[in-house]
């Protein structure tokens, strides 16, 4: 070994000591917070938010943001497991992009939940069996998850988090040949995803949606071999389930993002940085819509979706779901919120939480 390289060691070693020492000081404190806390929430994505968001304002690299939020995201999810290790149920099975979201703003699951729909992830939290819930709620390619948006109407929970996830596709078979392959299975929203790609590369192929890409992965695992059985699925997938990955990156847009919502039974403090999700419906009046929308405006508060859904009461009625910048609790938000409730013919404050942090 060089005299260089040993040094560099030695000082790795070093630094690492005082780190560990560093991250056990950092964790009683965390445990001593958990007893502070007195049986309310122990999982405080406001204050998650906050410290990673300082931690990059901070950063100097030569580690990059994604690096920095991914290490601090693990160092708190070890903190928080001990002052409670938290239940966080979520679309499964595991090798879906929903247990890589989950995964990602917990930073590696103390007690992952397995569901085997959107509607059990919801009814996980609502009985108490799991602390929080992690579903999808829209594709930047695809648009809502209509399933999503119908029971968050619904149900008593709070949003209490969101979270982007980039979701690459990729191609992954047992087969070894892009030309031996007949069959493609995944979940129709990432069949959707890589519907340019199929009519270019495989357009013979025939597209099966089944329940879940990790299910497709599945299916292509068990395929005997010549059949030419491929799922759409990532690349955790591949690994999970022994495949080989035929093409990768197949999404028709680089930039494919699918959002996420957290649900919990509480209510969020603000971060300084959030968003307030909305659904309201409109009085069956003429300009109604307009007009409900008005104190945004007056208020300054700036609206960041607008999506129409059938409201399942009346034949063409809608409802709409609305984010806005600001938390309910924002004087502006607060006024604006007052204002629209006297509009419309229902409203109801879905959460307010901190915007994604990368
Ligand atoms: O500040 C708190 O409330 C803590 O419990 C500490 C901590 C952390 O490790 O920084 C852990 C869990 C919470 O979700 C937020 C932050």
Same mark, same amino acid.
């Given at each position: 070994m %060089?005299?260089?390289?040993?040094?560099? $060691?030695?000082?790795?070693?070093?630094? @690492?000591?005082q780190l560990l020492e560093l991250v056990n000081a950092r964790a009683r404190l965390a445990r001593e917070i958990g007893t502070l806390k007195n049986g309310g929430p122990i999982y405080r994505p406001e204050r998650e938010a906050q410290v990673l968001r300082r931690l990059l304002d901070a950063n100097q690299g030569p580690l990059s943001a994604e690096a920095v939020t991914a290490i601090f995201r693990g160092v708190m999810s070890n903190c928080r497991a001990l002052e409670k290790e938290l239940t966080v149920?979520?679309?499964?099975?595991?090798?879906?992009? #929903?247990e890589e979201a989950a995964n990602k703003q917990f930073g590696g699951l103390t007690s992952?939940?397995?569901?085997?729909?959107? @509607?059990?992830?919801f009814r996980m939290v609502e009985s108490g069996a799991a602390d929080y819930g992690v579903v999808p709620v829209e594709n930047s390619t695809e648009g809502a998850v209509g399933r999503t948006l119908d029971l968050l109407m619904a149900t008593s929970l709070?949003?209490?988090?969101?979270?982007?996830?980039?979701?690459?596709?990729?191609?992954?078979?047992?087969?070894?040949?892009?030309?031996?392959?007949?069959?493609?299975?995944?979940?129709?929203?990432s069949l959707g995803q890589c519907h340019e790609w199929l009519n270019r590369y495989l357009p013979h192929a025939e597209r099966q949606a089944v329940v879940s890409n990790a299910e497709a992965a599945s299916l292509a695992k068990q395929a005997p071999d010549g059949q030419g059985v491929a799922a759409i699925a990532s690349k955790?997938?591949?690994?999970?389930?022994?495949?080989?990955?035929?093409?990768? %990156?197949?999404?028709?847009?680089? $930039?494919?993002?699918? $959002?996420?919502l957290i649900l919990a039974n509480h209510d969020v403090a603000?971060?300084?940085?959030?968003?307030? #999700?909305?659904?309201?419906?409109?009085?069956?009046?003429?300009?109604?819509?307009? #007009?409900?929308?008005?104190?945004?405006?007056?208020?300054?508060?700036? /609206?960041?979706?607008?999506? %129409? $859904?059938?409201?399942?009461?009346? /034949?063409?009625? +809608?409802?709409?779901?609305?984010?806005?910048?600001?938390?309910?609790? @924002?004087?502006?938000? #607060?006024?604006?919120?007052?204002?629209?409730?006297?509009?419309?013919?229902?409203?109801?404050?879905?959460? %307010? +939480?901190?915007?994604?942090?990368?």
């Open positions: %060089s005299d260089q390289l040993k040094q560099c $060691r030695d000082q790795i070693d070093a630094i @690492d000591l149920a979520f679309l499964g099975p595991v090798g879906t992009f #929903s992952p939940m397995e569901c085997v729909s959107i @509607d059990e992830v709070h949003i209490c988090g969101e979270i982007e996830l980039p979701v690459h596709h990729n191609l992954l078979s047992t087969a070894a040949d892009l030309n031996d392959i007949k069959v493609v299975y995944s979940h129709a929203q955790r997938a591949a690994e999970l389930f022994d495949l080989q990955v035929l093409a990768a %990156s197949i999404e028709d847009d680089p $930039r494919n993002t699918t $959002r996420f603000p971060s300084g940085q959030d968003k307030t #999700s909305l659904v309201i419906a409109a009085k069956n009046v003429p300009g109604a819509v307009v #007009s409900l929308l008005a104190p945004l405006a007056e208020y300054q508060v700036s /609206m960041t979706k607008f999506e %129409s $859904r059938p409201s399942k009461i009346g /034949m063409w009625e +809608y409802v709409f779901f609305v984010d806005v910048e600001g938390h309910h609790l @924002d004087a502006s938000v #607060s006024q604006a919120l007052e204002e629209l409730k006297k509009r419309a013919s229902m409203l109801k404050v879905l959460g %307010s +939480y901190p915007v994604a942090v990368i």
